[in-house]
């Protein structure tokens, strides 16, 4: 999340992506200076957590995205290759035109969640590929990392034991496509396909949705929120706040269905504990939540203004 702000904000000063990615990782890297030299020297030995990830959410993860990768690296499903599609939107990107226009209509910047935009196209120039190869690299580690952020999740709600149910029950079982008489009765066709019920449709399942790509980077962003917002034995409650904030605000440009929903969710959630409704932390949060959206404002992305537009 760091990375995307840090990169997206000296973009938007620059104009360009071709200096922002530099100047952008450069000075995240510089304040990791600080930022490690203060942790030496209140916390020299301390870990961030005193046991190692488990051997099991490593090997599933790697299993699961193994499955993945055919669909990705083979086809272009959703909206890959669309005139204003994230193919076209990374290589603007890559052309120094930045924030990106609408293709339809250039006179106008494109309104839209582009983070995942941001990072195939900056992943063209770090590993020098294709743009269409970046998505493709972008959404398998992205799919990948999600696994592992719903293991932690599943160890923080379930225990260590049953973490093991989460990521497979949240990123395949959604919409139920193995028990649809499906059209296509491929691993393609269960992944990505909606399953007709009579005349109704029901949604794909998630995995679906990392083809639909601001939810390839908005579901791992927006796991990463949830973590934050339910560690509660953090050593710093205001530093905590501030990276939730911070969490937020990258999630605005990642995917604004989920942004739009964890900021009520979150403030809502924190109100109520043990003891009854807690005006001190509804408080805190509604504060958390009003600087994230100042932020999504001044970001752009869907919550960019022009002249003439709707």
């Known amino acids: 999340a760091l990375w995307l702000l840090a990169v997206h904000i000296a973009s938007l000063v620059a104009g360009s992506l071709r200096a922002g990615l530099p100047a952008g990782m ?10 490690e030299l203060v942790r030496r020297k209140h916390a020299p030995h301390a870990r961030p957590d005193g046991r190692p990830p488990s051997a099991w959410m490593v090997l599933t993860m790697l299993v699961a995205t193994a499955a993945m990768a ?5 086809f272009h499903f959703h909206d890959e290759i669309l005139l204003t599609g994230h193919m076209s939107i990374a290589a603007q990107l890559q052309n120094a035109v930045y924030p990106p226009r609408h293709l339809a209509f ?34 398998l580690g992205l ?9 932690t999740l599943g160890e923080r709600l379930l225990g260590r034991e049953r973490a093991w149910l989460v990521p497979p029950l949240a990123l395949f079982a959604g919409g139920l496509p193995i028990a649809c008489a499906n059209k296509q009765p491929t691993f393609v066709g269960r992944v990505i396909d909606m399953c007709q019920v009579g005349t109704h449709y029901v949604n794909p399942p998630v995995s679906s949705y990392f083809f639909q790509h601001p939810w390839s980077l908005g579901i791992p962003v927006g796991l990463t929120a949830l973590l934050v917002f339910t560690s509660h034995r953090a050593r710093s409650e205001r530093l905590r706040l501030v990276v939730l904030a911070t ?16 900021l009520p969710s979150f403030v809502v959630a924190s109100a109520w504990g043990p003891d009854g409704f807690e005006w001190r932390r509804a408080a805190r949060l ?20 022009s002249p003439g537009m709707p």
């Open 143 to 151: 799919f990948a990392l999600a696994w592992c952020l719903l293991w």
């Open 247 to 262: 969490v937020l605000a990258a999630l605005s440009l990642s995917q604004v269905a989920l942004f739009v929903a964890c």
């Open 286 to 305: 509604l504060l958390v939540a009003l600087a994230a959206a100042l932020a999504a404002k001044l970001l752009g992305g869907f919550f960019v203004s």
């Open 26 to 35: 450069l000075l995240l890297a510089a304040a990791g200076i600080p930022a």
């Open 70 to 74: 055919p669909l990705a690296l083979r």
């Open 106 to 139: 250039p006179d106008t910047p494109l309104r839209y969640h582009y983070g995942f935009d941001l990072l195939a196209a900056s992943l063209t120039a770090l590993l020098h590929v294709r743009v269409d190869l970046a998505i493709d690299i972008a959404t």
